[in-house]
């Protein structure tokens, strides 16, 4: 059994601007994103970490740096999804809404000049259980990565239909854990270690990306 610790990236800049960032370049942490970071690390201090892997897109990497781990190691399957011509101000987003791909089934269409959303699942389920696949039993790795990314891997590991994975919700900086046992993964806790006072007082719905803006819009 190998414990796969999945930590979205602190709140970014774009989060809190509403805005798609995707894997476009010069996205950093926001003052609350660092300070989680420093957080989520005294939450792992006393845990035996085998492995550490991160995302190549910088909110990821800054992330892993303030938690403790510098030296993670890069894997281009934990990326973003590149959003392609949704990639940018939240009225781009609200534009691909209306264009029905999102707000028929989450997988339905492909994104403009981008990366399809089944292409995303199976590229990041993928990743991750060849990563717990490299490390013995008993194992704890810690992955940091991205919300869509990080849904779809939990969708796999629970076994939920493709079109599914946007009905849970990963905020930045959230933790959840899967044990991998061969080829029946154990989902141990989902979006952990957030604020609660703020998850319950947000009007929350499914987003592309999982962004955090003040008054997010449904898909």
Known sequence: ?????????????????????????????????????????????GTAIAGAFTSPVQRCRETATLAGFASAEVVEGLSECDYGAWTGPASRRCAARRSGATSRSPLEGDVPRGESMVEMFTRASTAVRDLAGRHGDGDTIVVFSHGDPIKAILADAFGMRLDDFQRLHVSPAGVSIIEFHHDRPLVVCINAGGDLGSLLAARSAPTVGGETSPNPRRL
């Not at 059994?1 to 999945?6: D, E, F, H, N, S």
């Open 1 to 45: 059994m190998t414990k796969v610790v999945l930590i979205r990236h602190g709140r970014s800049t774009a989060n809190a601007e509403g805005i798609l960032a995707g894997r476009a370049p010069g996205v950093p942490l926001d003052e609350t994103g660092r300070a989680q970071a420093v957080r989520l690390g005294e939450l792992l201090a």
